[in-house]
């Protein structure tokens, strides 16, 4: 009997915060952009099996790296950022104890130069499944330090991919589209050559605004996968709120709901986030 899969992931039934448990350093805060762990534990049981090997090649503090330990697949992480790599390697080492018997790795490179990284490494490959997010450019997440804290103004912070100078490699630097689309293209290929024949790359990515226009990322994602030899197969949604059978419930950041309607008020089409992309493809044989 066909195992029913749906479209939709209910994966905001529960805040992000209290999504991360004790597997998580709170250190890991700072990072502007972090996968919520009950999207990226759909994605790793949806598209692998146990004991399968999972890479993420833009680990950030390494949600996909936990939330694979936690189901028993084996865990390969890369990021270009060493602040974050530390962290990653934090929170993979609190996954092993809890988990003992995973392998879990993290290394600090550049995944535009992916397969150059994993062969210095003498990483064994292909992996089983690769899991992602790339980062994009401006956003309007962060943490908030309020007036009580700074002694004055509403203060946004942990919103950059970088708190010193960002590494040359990091996509979010800039807001090229042609930049972004040919790094990404870089990362899939490499991506494309570390992955099994048959296995998936599975991508969260949702559309942003950058001063004022809309920009599809998802189509543009699937346009550099499809370059690097992908076969776009499938889309989801993940939800970033809570539904209650009647009614969706987001959970947003401080500055979001106030940013949509700054943007209502100048004639913008702009809305609340409830869901994100979940963009699937196959490594052809």
């Not at 042609?178 to 296995?199: D, I, K, N, P, Y």
């Not at 226009?213 to 030899?229: C, K, Q, R, Y």
Request: aromatic share 8%.
């Amino acid at each position: 009997m066909a195992r029913f899969t749906t479209s939709i992931w209910a994966t905001g039934q529960v805040q992000p915060r209290r999504q991360r448990d004790g597997l998580y350093t709170e250190a890991g805060t700072a990072h502007p952009a972090k996968m919520w762990p009950h999207i990226a534990r759909a994605m790793i049981k949806h598209y692998s099996s146990p004991g399968e090997i999972v890479l993420d090649p833009m680990c950030g503090i390494g949600t996909v790296l936990v939330e694979a330990i936690r189901i028993g697949r084996g865990a390969l992480g890369l990021d270009c950022e060493r602040e974050w790599v530390d962290l990653a390697r934090a929170n993979v080492a609190c996954a092993r104890k809890a988990y003992p018997g995973v392998a879990g790795k993290v290394f600090c490179a550049d995944a535009t130069e992916l397969h150059q990284a994993l062969t210095e490494r003498q990483v064994s490959l292909p992996v089983d499944l690769v899991v992602t997010s790339p980062p994009y450019g401006p956003v309007v997440h962060g943490r908030v330090a309020t007036a009580r804290e700074t002694g004055g103004k509403i203060v946004r912070r942990a919103n950059r991919y970088a708190t010193g100078k960002p590494h040359p490699g990091q996509l979010a630097r800039g807001s090229s589209l042609q930049r972004m689309q040919r790094g990404l293209e870089s990362v899939f290929t490499g991506c494309h050559t570390a992955l099994r024949v048959g296995g998936h790359l599975v991508i969260t990515a949702r559309p942003y605004t950058d001063k004022g226009v809309l920009v599809d990322f998802p189509a543009l994602v699937i346009a550099a996968a499809e370059a690097a030899g992908f076969v776009y197969t499938d889309r989801r949604a993940a939800l970033l709120a809570r539904w209650d059978g009647e009614v969706l419930h987001p959970h947003v950041t401080f500055f979001h709901p106030a940013y949509v309607r700054r943007s209502i008020a100048a004639g913008r089409r702009a809305f609340v986030r409830a869901h994100e992309d979940v963009l699937v493809f196959r490594r052809p044989a």
